[in-house]
Nanobody
Framework: QVQLVESGGGLVQAGGSLRLSCAGS????????VGWFRQAPGKEREFVAA????????SYADSVKGRFTISRDNAKTLVYLQMDSLKSEDTAVYYC?????????????????WGQGTQVTVSS
């Protein structure tokens, strides 16, 4: 199983941008689809975006469509989440997870453990 570590969070003003990185370990990184999730205080963890093993297929939550872009570089074992036009409601801890299919990385209930994630705070 591939291990993933999130980074790139921070404090940004509304309307600004951030790029999150999800670093994978192991030679099997390109065998997995990867999804981004987020959890705001007092709210359930929710799906944000996902990408297939090849990077061709992508899926987004309606709330971020047109503002966020997911991409990957399998040679560097990295998945990125470019976040533009940020809103205060994007404030959350962001996590990435790996799975065998795009559908498997769209449902947060399919994962039993989560890392520390990376905090994104958008000030209005």
């Amino acid at each position: 199983q591939v291990q993933l570590v999130e980074s790139g969070g921070g404090l940004v003003q509304a309307g600004g941008s951030l790029r999150l990185s999800c670093a994978g370990s192991g030679r099997t990184f390109s065998s997995y689809a990867v999804g981004w999730f987020r959890q705001a205080p007092g709210k359930e963890r929710e799906f944000v975006a996902a990408i297939t093993r090849s990077g061709i297929g992508r899926s987004y939550a309606d709330s971020v469509k047109g503002r966020f872009t997911i991409s990957r570089d399998n040679a560097k074992t990295l998945v990125y989440l470019q976040m533009d036009s940020l809103k205060s409601e994007d404030t959350a801890v962001y996590y990435c997870k790996a799975g065998l299919t795009l559908d498997s990385v769209r449902d947060p209930s399919g994962f039993s453990s989560w890392g520390q994630g990376t905090q994104v705070t958008v000030s209005s």
